[in-house]
């Protein structure tokens, strides 16, 4: 109790934990702020691959989320919702909602909801209006507020392949359900990585299925031309801005197709379309043959193609000890032989560089730009050692073909995917606009 300056009494608000905020909270945004201010639910049913779950409520509080957890009863048997409590900082919702009507509010209140485990009960019920359990209750709440829903089915393999569950998912996938593959090996469809979820679920709600109806093209990685069976020249690219850029096209709804070099990356896996290349040759054939098969709207020549090779490659290991005078000759240049054959499609090419300055590699970029017909230039200073090859992150500058520029600064490459694939997007509207006067 304490008195004020006139002498009224005011009694003091009694101490409550609920004035403090959860600890766990501590590490929303720690990875990226893109989606602070936004939650999702994050449904949880009783696969046995649902401990998974908690990494991934983790990963999505680090790159912004509020997550609210909704588990079925039967999930309760198999992991306490204190872990989940403790994980997400929030109540977590199970059993039967009461007079609070708390799967309304979540619906009205949350930004998407996320059912990961999904079994195929869980699908089928979903399919059929079934609302026996908190998980596909709040589910349905969402698909009728219009909010985004995406399924992550783990089960056995034959039960993915049941008719039944064909048909749910199916059904479900006409009603606007978003589904992401989970990992099949042997016979089982496994939970994916907490990464890829989180990905999914950060494109999703930044852009939505902005590119859906999209065919898009991406090439990515180094290639290698063979000295001997064992020796070959290459380069350092490690094909992660390629990458970023087919799994953030997919994850908005694009048709995408992958040409990729020898690159080692858990995130080749996330691709469902793909075709493995070694030499600079094959990648040239490869291109042509999709651009005949895909009819692409874009492509996207992020690879780093070695650009030379050796006039004659030995059939056996050149012993250690030889002296080699080593003669190359040039690789096609696969751009130049894209851009003649490109048709309709938008064209991005990049532009590896080593320059001193922004001013520099702007200029450089926009020679290439007027060389290869292209509609986009991206360019980076690969003297930089923080950035580009074999880094997580990358800074460029982007000159489009009406002369405008743009510089991204340094950041993730799934970022600086997202900001390409926005203009690739934005010319494709244009160039549709464009045919309809």
């Given at each position: 109790m304490r008195r004020d300056l006139l002498g009224t009494v005011e009694l003091e608000e009694?101490?409550?934990?609920?004035?403090?905020?959860?600890?766990?909270?501590?590490?929303?945004?720690?990875?990226?702020?893109?989606?602070?201010?936004?939650?999702?639910?994050l449904g949880?049913?009783?696969?046995?691959?649902?401990?998974?779950?908690?990494?991934?409520?983790?990963?999505?509080?680090?790159?912004?989320?509020?997550?609210?957890?909704?588990?079925?009863?039967?999930?309760?048997?198999?992991?306490s919702p204190e872990l989940f409590q403790w994980a997400t900082g929030n109540p977590v919702y199970y059993g039967r909602f009461g007079g609070e009507v708390g799967h309304i509010s979540l619906s009205e209140a949350c930004n998407a909801m996320l059912i990961a485990p999904a079994t195929e009960n869980t699908v089928s019920k979903l399919a059929y209006g079934i609302a026996d359990s908190p998980v596909t209750l709040v589910a349905l709440s969402?698909?009728?507020?219009?909010?985004?829903?995406?399924?992550?089915?783990?089960?056995?393999?034959?039960?993915?392949?049941?008719?039944?569950?064909?048909e749910s998912s199916e059904k479900l996938k006409k009603l606007g359900v978003i589904f992401h593959d989970p990992i099949i090996e042997g016979d089982k469809a496994k939970f994916p990585e907490g990464w890829e979820l989180s990905w999914h679920v950060e494109a999703l709600l930044s852009r939505g299925e902005d590119l859906k109806g999209m065919k898009i093209l991406v090439t990515s990685g180094p290639t290698r031309e063979y000295l001997d069976p064992v020796r070959y020249i290459s380069n350092?690219?490690?094909?992660?801005?390629?990458l970023s850029i087919a799994i953030e096209a997919m994850y908005r709804g694009a048709n995408v197709s992958l040409i990729h070099g020898p690159i080692i990356s858990d995130e080749l896996r996330a691709i469902r379309n793909r075709i493995a290349v070694e030499t600079t040759n094959e990648l040239l054939n490869s291109v042509l043959s999709e651009m005949g098969a895909f009819?692409?709207?874009?492509?996207?020549?992020?690879?780093?193609p070695a650009d030379f090779?050796?006039?004659?490659?030995?059939?056996?290991?050149?012993?250690?000890?030889?002296?080699?005078?080593?003669?190359?000759?040039?690789?096609?240049?696969?751009i130049e032989e894209i851009s003649r054959r490109k048709k309709g499609s938008i064209l991005v090419a990049f532009a590896a560089e080593t320059v001193d300055s922004d001013e520099e590699l702007k200029r450089a970029a926009e020679a290439k730009l007027r060389k290869y017909d292209a509609d986009m230039i991206v360019a980076n200073n690969v003297s930089r050692k923080d950035i580009g090859f074999s880094s997580d992150y990358n800074e460029t500058i982007i000159v489009k073909r009406d002369g405008s520029v743009l510089k991204i600064e340094k950041t993730l490459k799934r970022f600086v995917a997202r900001k390409i694939l926005d203009i690739v997007?934005?010319?494709?509207?244009?160039?549709?606009?464009?045919?309809m006067r």
């Open positions: 009694p101490f409550t934990y609920k004035n403090i905020e959860h600890p766990s909270k501590k590490i929303i945004g720690e990875q990226s702020k893109e989606l602070i201010g936004k939650c999702i639910v949880v049913t009783s696969s046995v691959s649902l401990y998974r779950s908690v990494d991934v409520a983790r990963t999505l509080m680090k790159n912004g989320l509020e997550v609210h957890v909704v588990m079925s009863e039967e999930a309760t048997r198999l992991v969402f698909m009728g507020a219009g909010k985004p829903v995406i399924v992550v089915p783990t089960m056995h393999i034959q039960l993915m392949k049941s008719p039944q569950y064909l350092p690219s490690s094909g992660k801005m390629g009819s692409p709207d874009a492509i996207i020549m992020a690879a780093a090779r050796p006039t004659y490659s030995e059939e056996r290991k050149i012993p250690s000890n030889s002296v080699l005078n080593l003669a190359l000759e040039p690789t096609p240049k696969v997007r934005d010319m494709r509207v244009g160039k549709r606009n464009e045919g």
